[in-house]
């Protein structure tokens, strides 16, 4: 893509965040590739004056990771209150996640599993699912990408304890919606969460200059992706991992 057309994606994108969502990108400012899609999140971000404060993260067909950036005016600790005039769409993804204490600046040699985790606390977490397009279902995966892969907001609880050595891909997670049943819990289906947290880590060192101190990084759904409505309060219940809470007020 050349910039004349990441610029034409962005304005559309930053545009519809702030008014109705959209069918898709015009045919000439669609990427073409992952690089394309990054090119198109960072200009957004510009344009809307964001900044990065975590990442969700997973595996991309075209092999190693994706990610995409959650910004930091969009994350919360849980109990949350999130207006629902906020969001086009409430989509509710109950995930693992993690927050990195300290910088990992970019440099020659890959960060390994021990050093990562040594800098890192788990949180349980909700990623809350939003889009910008009308039916992002129906767009190729590269829109959606570009489209910070349909973040809406990312609600943290407190830092559990004890979580080494834990089955992180298994946790008991029990999640109701205003007191009711409300999601399965079915496991990652995308790997191991600190497998994906490493190379996160590593991905944005390389490509994108280094990771801040204080960054979240969530690494997938447990329990698939279920919608809700305004007014409803979602809890997250994660055993020994701990809590999140997050209600959409209307």
Known sequence: MTPENIDAAAEVLARARR???????????????????????????????????GYKVGFSP???????????????ASPAKLPAKDFHLIGIECE????????????????????VLAAASLH????????????????????VLADNFSNGALVYGA????????????PPITVTADGKPFAECTGLRAGDPIGLLVELVN????????????????TGTHTGMVFTEPGVMI????????????????
């Not at 075209?62 to 919360?76: D, K, L, T, V």
């Not at 830092?159 to 298994?170: C, E, F, R, Y």
């Not at 991905?203 to 969530?218: D, E, I, L, N, Y």
């Open 124 to 143: 349980p977490t909700i990623e809350v699912v939003d889009s910008r397009y009308q039916d992002f279902h129906s767009l190729d995966r590269l829109q």
């Open 19 to 53: 008014g109705q969502p959209i069918p898709g990108l015009p045919d000439t400012a669609r990427p073409q590739s992952e690089a394309d899609s990054y090119a198109i999140q960072d200009a957004v971000l510009r344009r809307l004056g964001e900044r990065v404060g």
């Open 62 to 76: 075209e092999g190693g990771i994706f990610c995409a950036p959650i910004y930091a005016s969009r994350i919360a």
């Open 203 to 218: 991905f944005v060192a390389a490509k994108r200059g280094g990771v801040s101190a204080g960054t979240f990084v969530t």
């Open 235 to 250: 809890r997250a219940e994660y055993g020994p991992l701990g809590r999140v809470e997050v209600s959409f007020p209307a």
């Open 96 to 115: 693992i996640g993690f927050r990195l204490n300290q910088a990992f600046p970019a440099r020659a040699t890959p960060y390994s599993r021990d050093e």
């Open 159 to 170: 830092a559990a304890t004890g979580w080494q050595g834990m089955d992180l891909v298994h």
